[in-house]
């Protein structure tokens, strides 16, 4: 699986747009990319995931750019509960291929 | 919301003495895996189970290591001699996988196991 580079922390003001950036220059053309969050310690959360179109749930937007060697997560309206490790994970199709978990950004939304 | 349960939430064995953890994934889930944490570092991949046999495996799943679907319900790891160095965070996660070739995990909360 291709590596991905993410910045090891950010701050972001509650109720602002929090955007984490994650590099993945090495991406091959069938590999997705996903979003997981972790809560203190808390078992990793599935956030959003996606090929090379742009994609949005009901808890981020998740922007690809076209060589889809980069890629920002979108938490629109940021709350304190969305503390957390935001980690970017590249990964092949196939619900049985393992997950590499990074290091993770880890996003503190400030009052 | 259907959720993947773990028990128990937190574990204390000796060294040397063996440990079952204990994972109920989401019912109509077919991919089943345990990851692992130890204190402050990276989540880390140890297995995936499809099918009734593992499908990957990581260099830290050894021999001291196994995985079981008992019943319909249940997916176990047990680790046979447990050392200190397993004390970690273990956590299951499903995925349902069958016609959707790119389908989320989802964790459970999991299981503290501290090896003293």
């Known amino acids: 699986d291709a590596k991905t580079t993410q910045p090891p922390s950010m701050d972001c003001a509650e109720g602002r747009a929090a955007n984490l950036p994650c590099n993945h220059s090495?991406?091959?053309?069938?590999?997705?990319v996903y979003w997981y969050r972790q809560i203190h310690s808390q078992g990793p959360q599935y956030i959003i995931h996606?090929?090379?179109n742009n994609e949005t749930n009901e808890m981020a937007s998740l922007i690809i750019t076209e060589d889809r060697k980069s890629s920002t997560l979108i938490l629109p309206h940021a709350t304190l509960r969305d503390t957390a490790v935001y980690y970017c994970?590249?990964?092949?199709?196939?619900?049985?291929?393992?997950?590499?978990f990074g290091s993770g950004t880890q996003l503190t939304v400030l009052p | 919301e259907p959720e993947v349960t773990q028990t128990p939430s937190h574990q204390v064995t000796q060294m040397g003495q063996e440990v079952i953890l204990r994972c109920v994934p989401i019912s109509n889930h077919l991919y089943f895996y345990w990851y692992r944490q130890i204190l402050g570092q990276k989540v880390e991949f140890l297995v995936s189970f499809y099918n009734n046999e593992i499908s990957e495996k990581s260099e830290i799943f050894d021999d001291q290591f196994s995985v079981e679907r008992p019943d319909g319900s249940n997916f176990t790891l047990k680790i046979r001699s447990t050392k200190l160095e397993d004390s970690a965070m273990y956590f299951c996660?499903?995925?349902?996988?069958?016609?959707?070739?790119?389908?989320?995990?989802?964790f459970g909360q999991g299981t503290r196991l501290t090896v003293v």
């Open positions: 996660a499903s995925s349902e996988g069958i016609g959707r070739l790119n389908t989320e995990a989802f």
């Open positions: 996606g090929l090379k």
């Open positions: 090495t991406i091959s053309g069938n590999e997705y």
């Open positions: 994970i590249v990964s092949l199709s196939g619900s049985a291929r393992q997950l590499t």
